[in-house]
C-alpha cells in the first residue's frame, strides 16, 4: 500500500531498511510462521533489544524508543519485508500492557525491563483440556497457603513453554463463586520445582507446543497480578492485545511479495490469468484489512484499548494468511512439497509453503478460535 509519509518518517523509513538490512541474514521462501530455533530467535529479540527497538510498541517509560503510530507501523513493514522474524508475543504484546495496567510498581520494575531487552522469555498457561473455548471453565488449583499459592493442575498447548523463563498462567483460587470470579493472574517461574512439560508435535513437523504439568508448585503472593479473583478482567484485555496483533498484516505483505515473485519467474504461472486474478484478489483483501488495522492503531496511539474490534482483525487476518499459503502450495506444485523442495520447478520461494500451509490451519484456532471471535462481534453488534 502506498501510504503518503511525511519527510520525517521517510528519514525514518530509510533508517530502519538500512538497519535491517546489515543485521537480517538474507532469508529465502516463505517463513513457517513461527519461530523453530530458540537460539536464532532469543539471539534476534537481543539485538533488537540492545537497539532499543525490541518493546517497540510501548511507552517510553517503559523502554519503549517513542515511536508514533506511523512509525511503529513503518518499522514492522520494513520488519517484515527485509524477512526478519516476528519478536514473541507473550512477553511484549500480552503481559507488558498488562503489567502497566495492573502490575504493583514492584512487578513492573522486576519484569518490563527484561522483557523490553529480550533478556526473560515467557509463554501463556491459559488453555487446559477441556477448557479452550469455554476458558472460564479451568480447574488448576491455587490454594493460599502463608506467603505462597501452591498450584496444581495441567496446561495444553502452551507455545514455547519449553524455551520460557516464565508463564503467567490463570488458576482457580476461588470454586465457590460463579466461575468468572474464581479465576485469578499469576506469574509462575519454569524453574520451580514441580513443573512438567511435554512436547506436542504439530502437523508442520515442528514441537512448538506443549503440555505443562504443575504439581505443588509454590509461587509467592507478591506474584499475583491486580487482585485475587481479577483474573478474567484480565486476561479479557490481554486477549483484546493478543489478537490484534494477531492479524499479521507486515508478514502477509511479504508473503504476497515472494508469491508474486514466484509467479513472475515461472511464464506459465505468470501469463495465467487465473493465477494473476487470485493474487490481485489477494492483494485488495490485504489493503482492505490493512485500513482497518491503521484505524485500530490509530485508536491505540490515542490510548483507546483495542477492544470488540480485534476480533475482526484477528478473523481477517488469519483468513487471508491461510487464503496466501493456499495460493502458496497451489501455485507452487511440486516445488512446495517438504520433500522436493529444492528440485520441483526450482524456484526457491516456494520452499517451505507445506509446512506453513500446515502451520496456519492453526491459526484460525489459537488466540481463541475464529468462531468464537464471531460470537464476540455478534453480542458487540446486539445479536447474541
Ligand atoms: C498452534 C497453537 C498455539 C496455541 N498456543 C497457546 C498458548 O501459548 N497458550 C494457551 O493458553 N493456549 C494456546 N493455544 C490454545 C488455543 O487458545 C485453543 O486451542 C483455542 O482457544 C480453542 O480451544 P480448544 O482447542 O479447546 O477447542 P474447543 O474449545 O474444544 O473448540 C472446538 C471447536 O468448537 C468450536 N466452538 C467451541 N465453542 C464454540 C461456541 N461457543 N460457538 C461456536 N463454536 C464453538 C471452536 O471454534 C472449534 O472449532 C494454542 C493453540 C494452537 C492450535
Given at each position: 500500500?502506498?501510504?503518503?509519509f511525511?519527510?520525517?518518517?521517510?528519514?525514518?523509513?530509510?533508517?530502519?531498511?538500512?538497519?535491517?538490512?546489515?543485521?537480517?541474514?538474507?532469508?529465502?521462501?516463505?517463513?513457517?510462521?513461527?519461530?523453530?530455533?530458540?537460539?536464532t530467535?532469543?539471539?534476534?529479540?537481543?539485538?533488537?533489544?540492545?537497539?532499543?527497538?525490541?518493546?517497540?510498541?510501548?511507552?517510553?517509560?517503559?523502554?519503549?524508543?517513542?515511536w508514533?503510530?506511523?512509525q511503529?507501523?513503518i518499522f514492522?513493514?520494513?520488519?517484515?519485508?527485509?524477512?526478519?522474524?516476528?519478536?514473541?508475543?507473550f512477553?511484549?504484546m500480552?503481559?507488558?500492557?498488562?503489567?502497566?495496567?495492573y502490575?504493583?510498581?514492584?512487578?513492573?520494575?522486576?519484569?518490563?525491563?527484561?522483557?523490553?531487552?529480550?533478556?526473560?522469555?515467557?509463554?501463556?498457561?491459559?488453555?487446559?483440556?477441556?477448557?479452550?473455548?469455554?476458558?472460564?471453565?479451568?480447574?488448576?488449583?491455587?490454594?493460599?497457603?502463608?506467603?505462597?499459592?501452591?498450584?496444581?493442575?495441567?496446561?495444553?498447548?502452551?507455545?514455547?513453554?519449553?524455551?520460557?523463563?516464565?508463564?503467567?498462567?490463570?488458576v482457580?483460587?476461588?470454586?465457590?463463586?460463579?466461575?468468572?470470579?474464581?479465576?485469578?493472574?499469576?506469574?509462575?517461574?519454569?524453574?520451580?520445582?514441580?513443573?512438567?512439560?511435554?512436547?506436542?508435535?504439530?502437523?508442520?513437523?515442528?514441537?512448538?507446543?506443549?503440555e505443562?504439568?504443575?504439581?505443588?508448585?509454590?509461587?509467592?503472593?507478591?506474584?499475583?497480578?491486580?487482585?485475587?479473583?481479577q483474573?478474567?478482567?484480565?486476561?479479557?484485555?490481554?486477549?483484546?492485545?493478543?489478537?490484534t496483533?494477531?492479524?499479521?498484516?507486515?508478514?502477509?505483505?511479504?508473503?504476497?511479495?515472494?508469491?508474486?515473485?514466484?509467479?513472475?519467474?515461472?511464464?506459465?504461472?505468470?501469463?495465467?490469468?487465473l493465477?494473476?486474478?487470485?493474487?490481485?484478489?489477494?492483494?485488495?483483501?490485504l489493503?482492505?484489512?490493512?485500513?482497518?488495522?491503521?484505524?485500530?492503531?490509530?485508536?491505540?496511539?490515542?490510548?483507546?484499548?483495542?477492544?470488540?474490534?480485534s476480533?475482526?482483525?484477528?478473523?481477517?487476518?488469519?483468513?487471508?494468511?491461510?487464503?496466501?499459503?493456499e495460493?502458496q502450495?497451489?501455485?507452487?506444485?511440486?516445488?512446495?512439497?517438504?520433500?522436493?523442495?529444492?528440485?520441483?520447478?526450482?524456484?526457491?520461494?516456494?520452499?517451505?509453503?507445506?509446512?506453513?500451509?500446515?502451520?496456519?490451519?492453526?491459526?484460525?484456532?489459537?488466540?481463541?478460535?475464529?468462531?468464537?471471535?464471531k460470537?464476540v462481534?455478534?453480542?458487540?453488534?446486539?445479536?447474541?
Amino acid at each position: 500500500m502506498n501510504l503518503d509519509f511525511s519527510p520525517e518518517d521517510q528519514a525514518f523509513r530509510a533508517e530502519i531498511r538500512a538497519w535491517m538490512q546489515a543485521h537480517v541474514p538474507a532469508p529465502s521462501g516463505p517463513s513457517l510462521g513461527i519461530p523453530t530455533h530458540k537460539e536464532t530467535q532469543l539471539a534476534w529479540e537481543r539485538c533488537l533489544g540492545q537497539k532499543g527497538w525490541l518493546a517497540y510498541q510501548w511507552p517510553p517509560e517503559h523502554g519503549g524508543p517513542g515511536w508514533t503510530a506511523t512509525q511503529r507501523y513503518i518499522f514492522d513493514t520494513e520488519r517484515a519485508l527485509a524477512g526478519a522474524p516476528g519478536s514473541s508475543p507473550f512477553g511484549l504484546m500480552m503481559l507488558g500492557p498488562v503489567l502497566m495496567a495492573y502490575g504493583t510498581p514492584e512487578q513492573k520494575a522486576r519484569y518490563l525491563p527484561k522483557i523490553a531487552a529480550g533478556e526473560e522469555f515467557w509463554c501463556q498457561g491459559y488453555s487446559e483440556p477441556g477448557s479452550g473455548s469455554d476458558l472460564a471453565s479451568l480447574k488448576t488449583q491455587a490454594l493460599r497457603d502463608g506467603n505462597h499459592y501452591v498450584i496444581n493442575g495441567q496446561k495444553i498447548w502452551t507455545t514455547q513453554a519449553h524455551w520460557a523463563d516464565f508463564m503467567f498462567c490463570l488458576v482457580r483460587t476461588n470454586s465457590e463463586v460463579p466461575k468468572q470470579q474464581g479465576i485469578s493472574f499469576v506469574l509462575i517461574d519454569m524453574k520451580s520445582p514441580g513443573i512438567e512439560i511435554r512436547p506436542i508435535t504439530t502437523i508442520d513437523g515442528h514441537h512448538h507446543l506443549n503440555e505443562v504439568f504443575l504439581t505443588e508448585v509454590r509461587v509467592p503472593v507478591e506474584n499475583l497480578v491486580g487482585q485475587e479473583g481479577q483474573g478474567w478482567t484480565i486476561a479479557k484485555y490481554l486477549l483484546s492485545h493478543e489478537r490484534t496483533g494477531l492479524a499479521g498484516v507486515a508478514d502477509s505483505h511479504r508473503e504476497l511479495q515472494l508469491l508474486q515473485a514466484a509467479v513472475d519467474s515461472e511464464t506459465a504461472l505468470a501469463t495465467n490469468p487465473l493465477v494473476r486474478r487470485r493474487i490481485a484478489e489477494l492483494g485488495v483483501d490485504l489493503m482492505a484489512l490493512e485500513y482497518t488495522n491503521l484505524r485500530t492503531l490509530d485508536r491505540a496511539a490515542k490510548g483507546q484499548s483495542p477492544g470488540a474490534e480485534s476480533s475482526g482483525l484477528k478473523i481477517k487476518g488469519t483468513e487471508l494468511q491461510q487464503a496466501i499459503s493456499e495460493a502458496q502450495v497451489e501455485f507452487g506444485g511440486l516445488a512446495a512439497l517438504p520433500w522436493l523442495a529444492p528440485v520441483g520447478n526450482g524456484d526457491p520461494t516456494f520452499q517451505g509453503a507445506t509446512q506453513r500451509y500446515n502451520f496456519l490451519r492453526a491459526s484460525t484456532i489459537y488466540g481463541g478460535s475464529n468462531e468464537i471471535q464471531k460470537n464476540v462481534l455478534a453480542k458487540m453488534i446486539g445479536l447474541g
